[in-house]
């Protein structure tokens, strides 16, 4: 516990010294957008980690036996981005017999407390819903089609990082901090003793929301970026199981590339600089690799982008077989409903290679030597065609 009290007082500063360096990042015309801009995100994370404090140390008192939660056969679902490990997690969590983070709870609410305390705030905003859901929709409606957002859906526990430093996603603040680019190959680059302390603090605050919503639910997480982590994940977690989603680089390149523009408008010229394309480029081939090279075993299971387009339920199905988990009848029915709707759906994302400079022979020459994946993988469930 007091170890997660370090992480969260330790980042106020170092964060502040990161945005401080990063701030002609972009060229020293953006510099007038990205000093305010950077002033009210360290602010952010300095009254998020305070209320963290705050709430961590609550949970000692109030909630102290989270510590006896046990974590049964988590489920991970990583792989390249863009690769439809989004659709799987919001899928798979509408069977109640999961449990998986939603963005409030990833965001404001890693402590026990936290969560009993915007549960309540949102009880008494309910007469508002409606304008909210207005605002949302006002302010995110780019966003949407590249990755719903919304403060009730399913998203990325990697998020719980954030106000530890622990999370890759700050290097489009800071594209030049070598700490960020080092978390982007976690089994890698992180050492040893870094590893255990992010994922200790990882572990109790899994703990804490399993303690919240019910020990007998099994843990849902998806995260791609996990997918550099997945060597420490199954050493970690000695019962967890991975999803590994995969898609072609062709396809998954740009797609990532592009949906990194509403962020770099924010950000600054709205493009990705040559130098952060180039190492974006080469830690999705690192991705690649990992995934081609995955020790074979029954707790992997690699699934093709094609399969959850072209037959949804059965793929599904599969899934739930490889985690020996029987789905509820009401599941089953959601399943179907899905499975019925993907057969028209088409993604309203639309993107171009040649924004990048990139061609598909440029990029199937740079990943010719882990794509297709399975050259390596003898063993592994697997539904790439």
């Known amino acids: 516990m007091f170890r997660a009290l370090f992480l969260h007082l330790a980042a106020i500063p170092v964060f502040g010294l990161q945005l401080l360096r990063a701030i002609p990042a972009e060229g020293w015309r953006h510099v007038w957008k990205r000093i305010p801009l950077f002033l009210l995100i360290w602010a952010l994370l300095c ?95 780019q966003m949407d089609a590249i990755h719903k957002l919304g403060l009730q859906e399913p998203e990325e526990d990697f998020l719980l990082l954030l106000p530890v430093l622990g999370c890759f996603l700050p290097v489009f603040l800071c594209p030049n901090s070598t700490h960020y680019w080092k978390l982007g190959q976690f089994d890698k680059h992180v050492p040893a003793w870094q590893k255990k302390l992010i994922l200790d603090f990882y572990r109790h605050c899994l703990q804490k929301h399993i303690y919240f919503h019910g020990a007998e639910k099994r843990l849902l997480s998806k995260n791609p970026s996990y997918t550099s982590w997945s060597e420490s994940l199954l050493a970690y977690f000695p019962d967890a199981q991975l999803i590994a989603c995969t898609r072609s680089p062709q396809q998954a390149v740009p797609s990532q590339l592009s949906a990194m523009g509403p962020a770099m408008h924010i950000l600054g010229s709205g493009l990705l600089s040559q130098n952060t394309r180039n190492k974006l480029i080469d830690l999705l081939y690192n991705y690649y690799f990992q995934l081609g090279n995955i020790e074979p075993n029954k707790r992997v299971y690699l699934l093709s982008m094609t399969a959850l387009q072209n037959n949804l339920k059965d793929t599904v199905l599969d899934i739930l077989n490889f985690l020996i988990f029987q789905p509820s009848s009401s599941f089953i029915h959601t399943l179907d409903q899905a499975d019925e709707n993907s057969r028209c759906y088409k993604s309203s994302h639309v993107y171009h290679p040649a924004l990048f400079s990139l061609s598909e022979n440029m990029i199937a020459e740079k990943f010719h030597d882990v794509w297709p994946l399975g050259h390596s993988t003898t063993g592994i469930r697997k539904q790439e065609t």
């Open 47 to 141: 009254l998020l980690n305070l209320l963290h404090v705050l709430g961590h140390l609550a949970d000692e008192v109030l909630f102290s036996n989270y510590k006896n939660t046990a974590i049964k056969k988590p489920v991970f679902i990583l792989g390249i981005p863009r690769s439809g490990t989004t659709y799987l997690q919001r899928l798979l969590s509408h069977e109640k017999k999961f449990t998986t983070f939603t963005t409030w709870e990833a965001l404001l609410a890693p402590s026990v407390t936290e969560k009993y305390f915007y549960c309540a705030i949102g009880w008494l905003m309910r007469p508002f819903n409606v304008l909210l859901k207005l605002i949302r929709v006002t302010l995110l409606r």
